[in-house]
């Protein structure tokens, strides 16, 4: 059963950071397109950022130039370091993978391009 853990959420003031983490259990992440979604209250969920199995990541242009996505494909573990956090930033982020295109990934960040999920970790940023 593949099973993604993510972890790293918590509560931050404004202009803090963030390191988010997600492991493949019992999953490879080898030759998985990997991305960062989140979802707040009374929204629908969000691509956040992706990366391919070449470390060619893309962003939301919200999050350009302040989150940064990556890879360890020996530890098997996808990363999200989230720096100068707004209110805005506030959600449930989710880790998902896909290998649909072997390790390469869509240009756009779309949640129906991911076939497995993390649980979701909470990030909550007060002002």
């Known amino acids: 059963q593949v099973q993604l853990v993510d972890s790293g959420g918590g509560s931050v003031q404004a202009g803090g950071s963030l390191r988010l983490s997600c492991v493949g259990a019992q999953y490879t992440f080898s030759g998985n397109c990997l991305g960062w979604f989140r979802q707040a209250p009374g929204k629908e969920r969000e691509g956040v950022a992706s990366?391919?199995?070449?470390?060619?990541?893309t962003y939301a242009d919200s999050v350009k130039g302040r989150f940064t996505i990556s890879r360890d494909n020996a530890k098997n573990t996808l990363y999200l370091q989230l720096n100068s956090l707004k209110p805005d930033d506030t959600a449930m982020y989710y880790c998902a993978a896909d290998p649909k295109l072997r390790g390469d990934c869509y240009a756009v960040i779309r949640e129906r391009d991911f076939a497995y999920w993390g649980q979701g970790t909470q990030v909550t940023v007060s002002s």
């Open positions: 990366i391919t199995m070449k470390y060619n990541p």
